[in-house]
């Protein structure tokens, strides 16, 4: 009797993450493998000094990938938005389940809205984007910037620090706390991460061909997910942007063609650029930067370097 190897599936402690990597987990093992989930902190789950300061992009897979390369694992689950664009040595994203809800959240006290937040409202975000967005929309509010896990955020409107966050409503729906959206912000006024909603498995180079995890992962990829995000993030590639610059993006898949969308805004607000192209699936990278070249045609690029 030859006993199925276990797969070992790292992951970051909070609940997102563990969520995350259970989902995956549970999936594989419907495909018939074993699977455990080893707990990992990372520099950027420990520490709340800014992003920026930690190494930027990043700082959440870094010590996932060096596990994973050390063999102290076999997988690791991503929420992709997280993850930085250039492809690391020796490890390949083989699978990229359905995608979840792209768009963010507003969380606000009382079941304000956008419109309804009073001039001089005080709304927590650690993302340039969302700060941008913000300032755009709604100039009189006030942006303050916050850091921590989604519990910590939702904290800090339910003890009354804060009127509102804002969250990625994938994010808030897989932990199960989507009571605490109160309006979902629609992707054509108010495009998420490129990326987001969407998770990626990565697995050493070694494994990605025949081998049992790799023929598990094929049956839970999804090839939409796939072009969205590819195009998604080529375009950040292509504005050399990063998870933190103020870019968002939303790419879809309907009848068998892609469309790609990218905005990019002022930093402090007041003005944004948007540009659109749509092709094929599988011309997915060459889509999406196309629509980052016409970003930086209209004037965007300042936005993203300066
Ligand atoms: N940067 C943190 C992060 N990374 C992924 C998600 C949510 C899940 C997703 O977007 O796939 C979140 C939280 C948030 O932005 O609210």
Known sequence: MTAVALTRIGTRASRLARTQTQTVADALTAAGLRT?????????????ASLASLGGTGVFAAVLRTALLAGECDAVVHSLKD?????HPGLVVAATPPREDA????????????????AGARVGTGSPRRAAQLRTARPDLEVVDIRGNVDTRLGFVSDGELDAV?????GLRRIGRADAITVELGL????????????????????????PLAAALAGIHDVDAWAAATAERSLLATLEAGCAAPVGATATVSDGVLTVSGSAYRPGGGESRTATASGRPDEAA????????????AGAGAWITG
Not at 286 to 297: E, N, P, R, T
Request: glycine share 10%; charged share 20%.
């Open 36 to 48: 455990e989930l080893v707990p990992m902190t990372s520099e950027g789950d420990r520490s709340r």
């Open 83 to 87: 993850l930085p664009t250039t492809p």
């Open 103 to 118: 768009r963010d959240a507003l969380c606000a006290r009382d079941g304000l809205t956008l419109a309804t937040l009073p």
């Open 166 to 170: 804002i969250l990625a409503a994938a």
């Open 188 to 211: 054509d006024t108010w495009p998420g991460a490129p990326g987001q909603g969407v998770l990626a498995v990565e697995i050493r180079e070694g494994d990605a061909t025949g081998t």
């Open 286 to 297: 060459a889509i999406g930067s196309a629509v980052a070249a016409d970003l930086i045609a």
